[in-house]
């Protein structure tokens, strides 16, 4: 038989291996479980809409309340002002329309005081203020509970607009944008019933130019309200995978203006945050766990034969001290390797399995990478200390004191480095500084770059992508490599 | 044939072997006699390749033991003084495995197992762990694990150390009959009088260093046999008789001819031949351990 074989036999398939990344791969699958049961909650379905309001003959409110894929839902609605109902109405469609005889005047001093449309369904609740000092046209952003959607609503948050109601400056137009839909409210001069709605994405800030791309948006449905352009319209749209800024630009052909309304998004909606960073915390009891089980398979693979003198009979065999060395440097490297694979697979497919989200292929890449270097950076230490320490009982004290120093210790380095508690920039930027100085810094890195990609933390000036590689393979190189040159004329006995 | 020229290996300041140089032929058991603590294991763990000298070069069959260790191995069987296998390892998997390296297939691992574990009685012990092996057994075992690749050089460090007579005799045997077979074999041994019936040759080594080495024969010539006899009336005739013999005295009522250089078929003659009655004869036996430490002790 292949010695190599042999040797990747005995390490892969011990039982001790095997059982531990059975029990890890069922706590990873349990957390990812339990934070989709606390997720879970918030899935369902909820209620949306975009209302907008102006004067004229009165005050009037259109407005369209829709679920997460942007489909009308029945319910009633009703106007409050300062707490006290002036109007409601009820719709089949979610289109809704209300009037109601409040004049120019009375309306702005309304709208100072706060006037509120709330709209109830069978899905739940949801509410648009109006106030005078910000917006006149709503468009409710429903917070973070999209399941099955690629895009946050976006909200009105750029306004471009000559109309100028009450003295004050509204926006006439608003959107949300839902499951490759953009939902389009429009209350336009009486006659430009015809516009055209434009869109882009972009990386440009807010205020800037229409974005450089840009696509005619194709409609799907509108309701206009009679005779006097105001109304709503569905779009289909592209999402785009990126985060940046969402542009519409609306062009009125009848007066040939145009007006942009711009919002940030991001490509992950709040929940597929919440579901993408199950994903490294699923795996990570593992991370910080396998090291253990290498310590031991370094103890049974090169300490106790090294301590016992079984190394010296292996070694009277036609083989090179480098080739016995090199193969259980491999055996033991095909392990973690097979190990994180199965570890990172199995927790990427719950995840899909549970949520219906697929998490995309550099995740899987960054979490594979990441366990992988951890646990490799520990062996290749561990092997290190097993060669310097012919002592089987020496070695063991010795790298398990390692394991506790770069796992515990390290954070409370961080702290110490930065003064206390109190600093948390300067906290995170020592953390990640020290991360290069521990064999397991691969897998808080790939973490990083997960909770970046997500937008769950900021970049952060001391993670370059080339000291975070190399860093990461010189944990794995050079305590193995000196190693074996230790090994190569080392007295076994 | 194996080739040991100016060794040195020391461990920290000690200095365990020290030049040490000797040749163990193709077809000649060499006895390696040296007190425990001597440097006889040291030097076979460098002849093994598992240890790397400081100083000076080894070669089995031609290859250098550190840059060709590879054909080192296969050339060269070794039973070590105390065996030491991976001990949660069965033996029939650990012999297998072990086979691998000499490029042996499973398959026929297993069938060379099995018939190995046959010839050296190690049958119905397969799946034993080796840890539960005896001495005798773990000798066997690298015995067989030694005879995978069937190599014309054999060393046994202190094999009939821990072993029953049974045991003694198998290695007795084996010795002979790889001698037989023209392989070079170095027999180490705390003990000269273990090695006198088989080995051709005699080197000691004493505080790492050689000190002699020497022919069976030369041995045998350095041995001076003492005579003790009792009859039953001691007369100055018998006295001046045998004095021809070696140097004669009186102790408790016997007679002992020290340095005795006759034979004892001879002297019974001559005492019959004199009207006496001989009641004992017998030559004293410690004589070969004597040379050894009269060898020892020329050296001080
Ligand atoms: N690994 C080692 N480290 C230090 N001293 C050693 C080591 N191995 C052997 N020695 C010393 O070298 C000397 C020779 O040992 P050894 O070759 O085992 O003797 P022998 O086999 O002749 O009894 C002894 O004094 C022993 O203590
Ligand atoms: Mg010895």
Known sequence: MNPLIYDFRRTF?????????????????????????????????????????????????????FNNQGDGVSGKVEVLVNGSLIGSTSTQTGYFRLKFPLNGSELSKDLEKGIKVVASTSLGYVEVPFQVQYIQIGAVQPSNQFISIVHENISVNYFNSYLGYFGYAPNNEAFSLVDGKLIF?????????????????????????????????????????????????????????????????????????????????????????????????????????????????????????????????????????????????????????????ILTLSIGLTISLLYGISPPFNFYGLIFLGITGDIMGFFSLYTLLAILIKKTSGYLGLSIVFYLIFTIFWGTLALLLSGGMFNLSAIERNEYLLDYFNPGGSLSFSEY?????????????????????????LWIIVPSIIGLIRFRRMNLI | ?????????????????????????????????????????????????????????????????????????????????????????????????????????????????????????????EKRKLATYSQGMKKRFSL?????????????????????????????????????EGKAILLSSHILSELESIADKIVFIHKGRIIKQMSMDEVRRYVSPSLKIKVDRVSVELIDYLSKYGKVREEGGYIIIDNFNGNTADVSKEISALNLNLYEMSVSSSSLEEVFFKVIGDQK
């Not at chain 1, 970049?459 to 590689?469: D, E, Q, R, Y």
């Open chain 2, 144 to 180: 067989a694990v030694s005879l995978i690749s069937n190599p014309g050089n054999f060393i046994f460090d202190e094999v009939f150390n821990g072993l029953d007579p049974q045991g003694i005799q198998f290695f007795r045997d084996l010795a002979s009959k790889f001698r037989n």
């Open chain 1, 185 to 341: 409210l429009y209350l336009g001069n009486s006659g430009e019933v015809n516009y055209s709605v434009y869109y882009g994405y972009s990386n440009l800030s807010e205020v800037s130019v229409f974005p450089v791309s840009q696509t005619s948006a194709t409609i799907s449905k509108t309701l206009m309200f009679a005779g006097t352009g105001e109304g709503i319209s569905i779009f289909h749209v592209k999402m785009s995978k990126t985060n940046g800024f969402f542009t519409v630009k609306l062009v009125l052909p009848k007066s040939n203006e145009t007006s942009i309304i711009s919002s940030r998004y991001s490509a992950l909606i709040p929940l597929e945050v919440d579901v993408m960073s199950s994903f490294p915390s699923g795996v990570s009891l593992f991370a910080t766990l396998f090291p253990i089980i290498f310590l031991y398979l370094v103890y049974s693979m090169i300490s106790k034969p090294l301590g016992s003198g079984a190394m010296e009979f292996l070694l009277a065999r036609p083989i090179t001290r480098d080739s016995i060395y090199i193969n259980r440097f491999i055996a033991g490297t095909l392990t973690a390797i097979l190990s994180s694979g």
């Open chain 1, 13 to 65: 398939l011990r039982f001790s291996v095997l059982f531990f990344l059975a029990i890890f791969i069922l706590a990873g699958i349990g957390i990812v479980y339990s934070s989709y049961s606390s997720i879970a909650k918030n899935i369902t379905q909820k209620t949306n809409m975009i209302a907008g309001i102006w004067e004229e003959n009165g005050t009037n409110i259109i407005g369209y309340i």
């Open chain 2, 1 to 125: 044939m194996i080739v040991i020229e100016n060794v040195t290996k020391h461990f920290g300041d000690f200095i365990a072997v020290n030049d040490v140089s000797f040749t163990v032929n193709n077809g000649e058991i060499v006895g390696f006699v040296g007190l425990n603590g001597a440097g006889k294991t040291t030097t076979i763990r460098m002849i093994a390749g598992v240890l790397i000298q400081d100083n000076g070069r080894i070669k089995v069959d031609d290859h250098d033991t550190i840059s060709e260790k590879k054909e080192v191995s296969k050339n060269l069987g070794w039973v070590p003084e105390l065996p030491i296998f991976e001990q949660d390892a069965k033996a029939w998997d650990y012999f297998v495995y072990l086979a691998g390296f000499y490029g042996i297939s499973s398959n026929d691992a297993k069938r060379m197992a099995r018939q190995l574990f046959d010839e050296l009685g190690l049958a119905g012990f």
């Open chain 1, 449 to 473: 770059y997960i909770l970046r990609a997500i937008g769950e933390v900021n970049s952060i000036s001391v993670v370059n992508p080339a000291f975070v590689v190399v860093s990461s393979l």
